[in-house]
């Protein structure tokens, strides 16, 4: 597998622009969920019910709540998963990750700096981790002995594999569990 690493500047575009995508999905989840509840106790309420409705929303218009009943009947599923869910998750996975010498997490962090994740990497990210930290030690010449870094690097379950590039990409390597 051959990765180029790209300028740390185009990174943090990426990491931007996926925020702000991020961002907008759970803006219109939030919609989805808000029409949702609307039209569910307008119809609760029956006959008078957009009324008490459009009251009870602190004098909102029977009109908005027109808009929240026929956004509801478009039928946009949403998520009732907190939006913290995966930073929670990450953490979790970072505390029950083999503790590494830090000079490890280190060199680690030093070959797969800049490294943004995508959906490529959701199949086996430990061995693309490993591979990707092979590839750029020779690209650019590292003297660090790899085989037994990556060799652990390997063993890492998914959300480990992914958790711990998370924790590089955020420049937090310290939060990773170091052997004494």
Same mark, same amino acid.
């Given at each position: 597998? @051959?990765?180029? &690493?790209?300028?740390?500047?185009?990174?943090?575009? *990426? %990491?931007?622009?996926?925020?702000?995508?991020?961002?907008?999905?759970?803006?219109?989840?939030?919609?989805?969920? +808000?029409? @949702? &509840?609307?039209? =569910?106790?307008?119809?609760? /309420?029956?006959?008078?019910? *957009?009324?008490?409705? #459009?009251?009870?929303?602190? =004098?909102?218009?029977?009109?908005?709540?027109?808009?929240?009943? #026929?956004? #509801?009947?478009?039928?946009?599923?949403? @998520?009732?998963?907190?939006?913290?869910?995966?930073?929670?998750?990450? #953490?979790?996975?970072?505390?029950? /990750?083999? !503790?590494? !010498?830090?000079?490890?997490?280190?060199? $680690?962090?030093?070959?797969? =700096?800049?490294?943004?994740?995508?959906?490529?990497? /959701?199949?086996?990210? &430990?061995?693309?981790?490993?591979?990707?930290? %092979?590839?750029?030690?020779?690209? +650019?010449?590292?003297?660090?002995?790899?085989?037994? $870094?990556?060799?652990?690097? +390997?063993?890492?379950?998914? !959300?480990?594999?992914?958790?711990?590039?998370?924790? $590089?990409?955020?420049?937090? $390597?310290?939060?990773? !569990?170091?052997? +004494?």
């Amino acid at each position: 597998m @051959s990765t180029t &690493a790209e300028p740390d500047w185009l990174a943090v575009v *990426r %990491e931007v622009d996926d925020g702000h995508e991020y961002l907008r999905k759970k803006a219109e989840e939030s919609s989805d969920r +808000r029409a @949702s &509840a609307v039209a =569910g106790a307008a119809a609760a /309420l029956g006959r008078g019910g *957009r009324d008490a409705v #459009a009251e009870q929303l602190g =004098g909102a218009s029977v009109r908005t709540v027109d808009k929240a009943i #026929a956004r #509801a009947k478009q039928g946009r599923p949403y @998520s009732s998963l907190p939006v913290d869910l995966a930073e929670r998750l990450l #953490a979790l996975e970072l505390a029950d /990750l083999e !503790p590494l !010498p830090a000079d490890w997490w280190t060199a $680690i962090a030093h070959l797969a =700096g800049g490294t943004a994740a995508d959906s490529t990497w /959701l199949d086996d990210p &430990a061995e693309r981790l490993a591979t990707l930290l %092979e590839d750029a030690a020779r690209t +650019r010449g590292s003297r660090v002995v790899l085989g037994p $870094i990556t060799a652990a690097v +390997r063993t890492f379950n998914r !959300p480990q594999a992914l958790a711990v590039l998370e924790a $590089i990409r955020q420049n937090t $390597i310290e939060s990773l !569990p170091t052997r +004494r």
